[in-house]
Protein backbone atom coordinates (compact mmCIF):
# COMPACT_ATOMS: atom_id res chain seq x y z
CA UNK A 1 0.00 0.00 0.00
CA UNK A 2 0.94 3.44 -0.34
CA UNK A 3 0.26 6.56 2.13
CA UNK A 4 -0.48 10.12 0.39
CA UNK A 5 -0.73 12.95 2.38
CA UNK A 6 -2.73 16.03 0.72
CA UNK A 7 -3.62 19.54 2.12
CA UNK A 8 -6.48 21.44 1.70
CA UNK A 9 -7.87 24.73 2.88
CA UNK A 10 -10.89 23.88 4.40
CA UNK A 11 -13.07 20.72 5.38
CA UNK A 12 -15.52 21.72 2.26
CA UNK A 13 -13.07 21.07 -0.09
CA UNK A 14 -12.00 18.25 2.33
CA UNK A 15 -15.57 16.92 1.73
CA UNK A 16 -15.31 17.09 -1.60
CA UNK A 17 -11.63 15.30 -2.31
CA UNK A 18 -13.69 12.39 0.06
CA UNK A 19 -16.19 12.14 -2.33
CA UNK A 20 -14.20 12.21 -5.38
CA UNK A 21 -11.97 9.77 -3.99
CA UNK A 22 -14.34 7.68 -2.55
CA UNK A 23 -15.89 7.21 -6.16
CA UNK A 24 -12.84 5.85 -7.25
CA UNK A 25 -12.81 2.80 -4.38
CA UNK A 26 -11.52 4.37 -1.30
CA UNK A 27 -13.00 3.14 1.73
CA UNK A 28 -13.66 5.64 4.72
CA UNK A 29 -10.88 3.20 6.66
CA UNK A 30 -8.34 4.44 4.00
CA UNK A 31 -9.06 8.21 3.68
CA UNK A 32 -8.04 9.90 7.20
CA UNK A 33 -8.75 13.72 7.77
CA UNK A 34 -6.35 16.00 10.41
CA UNK A 35 -8.10 19.15 11.08
CA UNK A 36 -8.47 21.71 14.28
CA UNK A 37 -12.25 21.47 14.05
CA UNK A 38 -13.04 18.52 15.71
CA UNK A 39 -17.37 18.99 15.16
CA UNK A 40 -16.75 20.41 11.91
CA UNK A 41 -14.87 16.80 11.15
CA UNK A 42 -17.96 15.26 12.27
CA UNK A 43 -20.48 17.64 10.60
CA UNK A 44 -18.72 17.27 7.30
CA UNK A 45 -19.03 13.27 7.97
CA UNK A 46 -15.56 12.74 7.73
CA UNK A 47 -13.09 10.10 9.66
CA UNK A 48 -10.94 12.55 11.29
CA UNK A 49 -9.34 13.96 14.67
CA UNK A 50 -8.32 17.24 15.80
CA UNK A 51 -4.63 16.59 16.86
CA UNK A 52 -1.78 14.17 15.20
CA UNK A 53 -1.32 13.41 18.55
CA UNK A 54 -4.84 12.28 19.19
CA UNK A 55 -4.87 9.65 16.57
CA UNK A 56 -3.62 6.00 17.35
CA UNK A 57 -0.74 6.64 15.16
CA UNK A 58 2.30 3.78 15.11
CA UNK A 59 4.84 5.88 15.64
CA UNK A 60 8.41 5.41 14.31
CA UNK A 61 9.55 4.94 18.58
CA UNK A 62 6.46 2.07 18.70
CA UNK A 63 7.24 0.45 15.36
CA UNK A 64 11.27 0.59 16.62
CA UNK A 65 10.11 -1.60 19.92
CA UNK A 66 7.97 -3.76 17.74
CA UNK A 67 11.01 -4.38 15.16
CA UNK A 68 13.68 -5.02 17.68
CA UNK A 69 11.52 -7.17 19.54
CA UNK A 70 10.45 -9.27 16.67
CA UNK A 71 14.31 -9.68 15.69
CA UNK A 72 15.42 -10.61 19.04
CA UNK A 73 12.67 -13.17 19.03
CA UNK A 74 13.95 -14.56 16.09
CA UNK A 75 17.41 -14.65 17.20
CA UNK A 76 16.43 -16.53 20.22
CA UNK A 77 13.95 -18.75 18.69
CA UNK A 78 16.92 -20.18 15.76
CA UNK A 79 19.68 -20.29 18.48
CA UNK A 80 16.55 -22.03 20.61
CA UNK A 81 15.44 -24.62 17.61
CA UNK A 82 18.97 -25.31 16.80
CA UNK A 83 21.03 -26.42 19.96
CA UNK A 84 19.88 -28.53 23.28
CA UNK A 85 17.11 -26.26 25.30
CA UNK A 86 18.95 -27.27 28.63
CA UNK A 87 22.20 -26.20 27.37
CA UNK A 88 23.81 -22.79 28.02
CA UNK A 89 23.91 -21.75 24.59
CA UNK A 90 19.98 -20.92 25.01
CA UNK A 91 21.15 -18.67 27.75
CA UNK A 92 23.49 -16.90 25.69
CA UNK A 93 21.06 -16.62 23.11
CA UNK A 94 18.92 -14.75 25.40
CA UNK A 95 21.24 -12.47 26.22
CA UNK A 96 22.56 -11.89 22.86
CA UNK A 97 18.51 -11.50 21.64
CA UNK A 98 18.71 -8.44 24.91
CA UNK A 99 22.09 -6.90 23.23
CA UNK A 100 20.63 -6.86 20.08
CA UNK A 101 17.12 -5.72 21.05
CA UNK A 102 19.10 -2.95 23.39
CA UNK A 103 20.81 -1.73 20.04
CA UNK A 104 18.43 -1.62 17.59
CA UNK A 105 16.10 0.17 19.95
CA UNK A 106 18.50 2.69 20.31
CA UNK A 107 18.96 2.57 16.63
CA UNK A 108 15.61 3.08 15.68
CA UNK A 109 14.75 5.41 18.35
CA UNK A 110 17.20 7.91 17.64
CA UNK A 111 16.64 8.03 13.42
CA UNK A 112 12.65 7.37 14.16
CA UNK A 113 11.90 10.10 17.01
CA UNK A 114 13.82 12.63 14.57
CA UNK A 115 11.30 11.33 11.83
CA UNK A 116 8.25 11.79 14.24
CA UNK A 117 9.08 14.77 15.47
CA UNK A 118 9.66 16.65 11.98
CA UNK A 119 6.23 14.95 10.94
CA UNK A 120 4.54 16.21 14.05
CA UNK A 121 5.83 19.52 13.38
CA UNK A 122 4.93 20.02 9.99
CA UNK A 123 1.69 18.55 10.09
CA UNK A 124 0.96 20.96 13.42
CA UNK A 125 2.26 23.81 11.86
CA UNK A 126 -0.23 23.33 8.75
CA UNK A 127 -3.02 22.63 10.72
CA UNK A 128 -1.94 25.72 13.07
CA UNK A 129 -2.68 27.67 9.83
CA UNK A 130 -6.15 26.61 9.82
CA UNK A 131 -5.29 23.53 6.61
CA UNK A 132 -6.94 20.39 6.65
CA UNK A 133 -4.20 17.28 6.22
CA UNK A 134 -5.80 14.59 3.94
CA UNK A 135 -3.83 10.85 4.27
CA UNK A 136 -5.04 8.28 2.03
CA UNK A 137 -4.14 5.12 1.84
CA UNK A 138 -4.20 3.40 -1.69
CA UNK A 139 -3.05 0.18 -3.09
CA UNK A 140 -0.35 0.79 -5.41
CA UNK A 141 -2.44 -0.22 -8.52
CA UNK A 142 -4.73 2.48 -7.07
CA UNK A 143 -2.22 5.38 -6.64
CA UNK A 144 -1.82 6.55 -10.39
CA UNK A 145 -5.56 7.18 -10.34
CA UNK A 146 -5.95 8.82 -7.19
CA UNK A 147 -3.19 10.65 -7.78
CA UNK A 148 -4.24 12.50 -11.43
CA UNK A 149 -7.63 12.77 -9.93
CA UNK A 150 -6.32 14.67 -7.05
CA UNK A 151 -3.71 16.92 -9.42
CA UNK A 152 -6.69 18.00 -11.23
CA UNK A 153 -8.35 19.23 -7.72
CA UNK A 154 -7.75 22.84 -7.39
CA UNK A 155 -7.91 22.84 -3.46
CA UNK A 156 -5.77 19.27 -3.17
CA UNK A 157 -1.88 20.19 -2.70
CA UNK A 158 0.18 17.07 -2.81
CA UNK A 159 2.43 16.86 0.48
CA UNK A 160 4.24 13.46 0.15
CA UNK A 161 4.06 9.96 -0.23
CA UNK A 162 5.14 6.85 1.21
CA UNK A 163 4.87 3.36 2.38
CA UNK A 164 2.23 2.78 4.77
CA UNK A 165 4.35 1.18 6.54
CA UNK A 166 7.05 3.40 6.72
CA UNK A 167 5.29 6.40 8.02
CA UNK A 168 2.25 7.03 10.76
CA UNK A 169 -0.69 4.77 10.52
CA UNK A 170 -3.83 6.45 11.00
CA UNK A 171 -6.19 3.79 13.02
Not at 3 to 11: C, D, I, K, V
Request: proline share 1%; hydrophobic share 45%; aromatic share 8%.
Amino acid sequence: MKRLFYATNNLDDAESISDEVHKLGIDDHHFYVLSRDDSGIKSHHLHGSSNIDKTDIIAAKKRAKITSFGISAIIVAIIALSTNTLNSQLLWAIFAAICAYVVINFILLITGGSFDGYFKSVINERLDSGEVIIIIDVEKAQSKKVEQQLDAHAQAQFLADSSNLASPIPD
